[in-house]
């Protein structure tokens, strides 16, 4: 006899899949009440993917209070980290990414796995943001052993800041190389916003080998995808790719519907630093 799934059951299966599945887009209105603290951290990761930045942190500041699990505490504070970065305060992220690293140490098994990378990535693209090259380099090296037991998910985002590094170092080719893996690996998972962002990748690190109109096309359809998806943070990065590579008249239209998603990220509570920072 199968058991009937609990509406718990289904409201975290939901808030999973639109953080890391198919759904991203779901509207902040379908997302359902979280039952524990992994749902709720789920839903701030889905929050935040779709640029609802002040309801995510509204959601992360809860479990910041009250979580005492090591892994799961360390996963909000590489959370909050992230939220930052996205609105350009790398230097204010790197202080959660840093709490996340020291708080994961207590956890054990798969979690800590899990909480380390997240921590020591989020750390090397917070180094990589404020210029310094080789500490990003060190930091993502810590990766590395981690990522055997750490979710496949982890490695993706490893591939994305080391495409970064190199593009940040001048090595496009390198960078192309990285995002190539990493949109690789994303395909083999249901998350669409990770695979959104691997070839927002492969389209950055294509303009920087010179091949303009092929990153042009490539961007094209990453926004397309982050259009049909509700990605908005994305799509305002896109935009900003497009208004570089795009042929006139589609760059200057490229740069409007930037300045378009940025404002209406900032509606949505992304007011710490300014956007494009």
């Known amino acids: 006899m199968q058991t009937k ?12 899949s639109t953080a890391f599945g198919p759904t991203p887009g779901l509207a902040a ?21 779709q640029g609802r930045y002040a309801a995510a942190r509204a959601d992360l500041l809860v479990l910041a209070r ?23 305060d790398h230097a204010a992220a790197a202080a959660f990414d840093g709490r996340a690293a020291t708080i994961a140490l207590g956890a054990t098994g798969a979690a800590r796995a899990e909480a380390l ?21 060190k ?9 055997a037991d750490a979710p496949p998910r982890a490695e993706v985002r490893w591939h994305w800041v080391r495409a970064e590094t190199a593009l940040a170092g001048g090595e496009a080719s390198a960078a192309l190389r990285e995002a190539v893996t990493a949109v690789d690996l994303a395909a083999a998972l249901p998350s669409v916003r990770h695979q959104v962002k691997s070839a927002l990748l ?21 926004d397309a995808r982050c259009r049909e998806n509700g990605l908005l943070p994305l799509r305002w990065a896109t935009a ?14 490229a740069a ?8 209406r990220l900032r509606a949505l509570g992304g007011d710490i630093a300014p956007l494009g920072a």
């Open 5 to 16: 799934a609990s509406p718990a059951d289904i409201g975290s299966e939901i808030l999973v």
């Open 29 to 49: 209105a379908e997302l359902p009440e979280p039952a524990d603290p992994l749902s709720r951290w789920y839903r701030a990761v889905a929050l935040g993917g």
């Open 66 to 88: 009250t979580v005492t699990d090591p892994g799961l505490k360390s996963l909000v504070e590489s959370t909050r980290g992230s939220l930052l970065r996205q609105l350009g």
């Open 117 to 137: 990378a997240d921590a020591y990535t989020g750390l090397a693209a917070d180094a990589l943001g404020t210029g310094r090259l080789g500490l990003a380099h």
């Open 139 to 147: 930091l993502l090296g810590r990766v590395r052993p981690l990522l």
């Open 202 to 222: 492969v389209a950055a690190a294509t303009a920087a080998t010179g091949a303009i109109a092929e990153s042009a096309e490539l961007a094209d359809r990453v």
């Open 240 to 253: 900003m790719l497009r208004s570089g590579v795009a042929a006139p008249p589609h760059a200057r239209a």
């Open 256 to 263: 409007n519907e930037a300045a378009d998603h940025g404002a």
